[in-house]
């Protein structure tokens, strides 16, 4: 992963490094967001595509060895990621729910706490209605994130994840140890 990562010295309880996770089968976005007191830095991006490696397993096992790979190397504290959502037909939803298991176990295997947001509460995170579409999503996170662009709007949905759980969870009360699914509305 080419990406470097700007490392900042900060005192101890006001830095949170957060990996967020848009999943998908076709797409799959993370977004890595630090928080630095009340502000919050972007660190990296990342877009998987998983629609070019054939078969539902191959496309597993390429999203579980890169999202491995990525929290190895940036080392999140915590991992978000977006809740299921009504998916247009039960297979979409399968599928769906393959690629987020592969990403909850690459999280769990690192022995990260993992929670879960539904999408309307990522959205109303970065100040958007909680029906609001991609593009406006997207437009937060920039604004936020003082980003001039982002490539695709699962990589914006990835860090709008990553900014609700750092608006929703200071650090202070970061659970310990374990595989954890946190549900917060």
């Not at 022995?111 to 100040?127: F, I, M, N, Q, T």
């Not at 958007?128 to 662009?149: N, Y």
């Not at 994840?161 to 699914?181: E, T, W």
Request: aromatic content about 6%.
């Amino acid at each position: 992963m080419g990406e470097s990562v700007r490392l900042f010295s900060m005192e101890p309880g006001n830095l949170m490094r957060v990996l967020g996770i848009d999943p998908g089968t076709q797409y799959l976005g993370l977004g890595l967001v630090e928080r630095h007191g009340s502000r919050h830095v972007h660190l990296a991006h990342f877009l998987l595509e998983p629609k070019d490696y054939g078969e539902l397993p191959q496309k597993l096992v390429y999203l579980y060895d890169n999202i491995s790979e990525i929290i190895r190397v940036h080392r999140p504290d915590e991992v978000a990621v977006e809740g299921v959502f009504h998916a247009k037909n039960a297979r979409s939803a399968i599928v769906l729910a393959h690629a987020r298991g592969v990403a909850l176990l690459a999280a769990a295997q690192a022995g990260l706490d993992v929670y879960e947001y539904p999408p309307a509460s990522v959205k109303r995170a970065v100040g958007a209605s909680g029906a609001a579409g991609k593009e406006t999503v997207t437009r937060m996170v920039c604004t936020i994130l003082g980003l001039e662009k982002v490539q695709r709007a699962d990589c914006a949905d990835a860090l709008a994840v990553a900014l609700c759980h750092l608006n929703h969870s200071p650090m202070s009360l970061k659970p310990r140890g374990g595989f954890q699914i946190v549900r917060r509305s």
